[in-house]
């Protein structure tokens, strides 16, 4: 006689995907304190806004640079779950290439904190924007391609792979881009992952155990 066990194996992943989703969240909630500041195009409007709110500008950009931080660890926590193969080695790329970005736009989030002026002429170099925005659209390149090659559903790949070209021809023809729509992908890749349901049944013979086979719902 034997048995047939379901294992719950889907914690890592709602796990890793609790952790991006929190971070995006908390991106998003740091660079809203004063919102407008990026829509405002006079730059001594600008200033005056943010030495009007100084002390919400500063703490904004602390809670952005956490969401910047952790986003990352999100993304390593999923490549590490997933079993050896294509889609291993291009999630481990992605998250490889957010460790590399986020530390260039935490740098500059400081920076913006403690220099508001020189945040709202826009001065100072523009390379490290552009370095982490390149990072990250390679980033959802390949987790896009690594989560077509996973059980989730398609369209969770289809959405990150589909929206690196179009936001590398924005970057490409205006040598800016609102980082807000790289959270806004990863957040709902995120959101995906706690949903991700797989079930391992193991297949056992009389004699001889056989491995693992995967189920997924």
Same mark, same amino acid.
């Given at each position: 006689?034997?048995?047939?066990?379901?294992?719950?194996?889907?914690?890592?992943?709602?796990?890793?995907?609790?952790?991006?989703?929190?971070?995006?969240?908390?991106?998003?909630?740091?660079?809203?304190?004063?919102?407008?500041?990026?829509?405002?195009?006079?730059?001594?409007?600008?200033?005056?806004?943010?030495?009007?709110?100084?002390?919400?500008?500063? !703490?904004?950009?602390?809670?952005?640079?956490?969401?910047?931080?952790?986003?990352? =660890?999100?993304?390593?926590?999923?490549?590490?779950?997933?079993?050896?193969?294509?889609?291993?080695?291009?999630?481990?790329?992605?998250?490889?290439?957010? =460790?590399?970005?986020?530390?260039?736009?935490?740098?500059?989030? !400081?920076?913006?904190?403690?220099? =508001?002026?020189?945040?709202?002429?826009?001065?100072?170099?523009?390379?490290?924007?552009?370095?982490?925005?390149?990072?990250?659209?390679?980033?959802?390149?390949?987790?896009?391609?690594?989560?077509?090659?996973?059980?989730?559903?398609?369209?969770?790949?289809?959405?990150? !792979? !589909?929206?690196?070209?179009?936001?590398?021809?924005?970057?490409?023809?205006?040598?800016?881009?609102?980082?807000?729509?790289?959270?806004?992908?990863?957040?709902? =890749?995120?959101?995906?992952?706690?949903?991700?349901?797989?079930?391992?049944?193991?297949?056992?013979?009389?004699?001889?155990?056989?491995?693992?086979?995967?189920?997924?719902?």
């Amino acid at each position: 006689m034997y048995e047939k066990q379901a294992v719950n194996s889907n914690t890592p992943y709602q796990r890793a995907g609790a952790v991006v989703v929190a971070a995006s969240c908390c991106w998003g909630v740091g660079v809203s304190f004063v919102g407008m500041v990026h829509a405002t195009k006079d730059p001594a409007a600008r200033l005056a806004m943010l030495q009007r709110s100084r002390g919400l500008w500063i !703490a904004g950009q602390f809670l952005a640079a956490a969401g910047t931080a952790a986003v990352p =660890v999100g993304f390593v926590r999923f490549a590490q779950a997933i079993r050896s193969g294509p889609a291993k080695t291009l999630a481990s790329g992605a998250a490889a290439a957010l =460790v590399a970005g986020a530390p260039l736009f935490v740098a500059a989030l !400081a920076d913006r904190a403690s220099d =508001v002026e020189k945040f709202a002429y826009r001065r100072g170099p523009n390379w490290p924007f552009l370095t982490y925005s390149g990072l990250h659209i390679c980033a959802l390149a390949a987790l896009g391609a690594g989560l077509l090659l996973s059980p989730l559903k398609p369209w969770a790949g289809i959405t990150a !792979a !589909a929206s690196a070209p179009a936001f590398g021809l924005i970057l490409a023809g205006t040598k800016d881009i609102p980082p807000f729509v790289f959270y806004l992908v990863e957040a709902a =890749v995120g959101a995906q992952l706690m949903r991700y349901q797989e079930t391992v049944t193991p297949v056992e013979d009389a004699t001889d155990p056989l491995p693992f086979a995967p189920t997924y719902s």
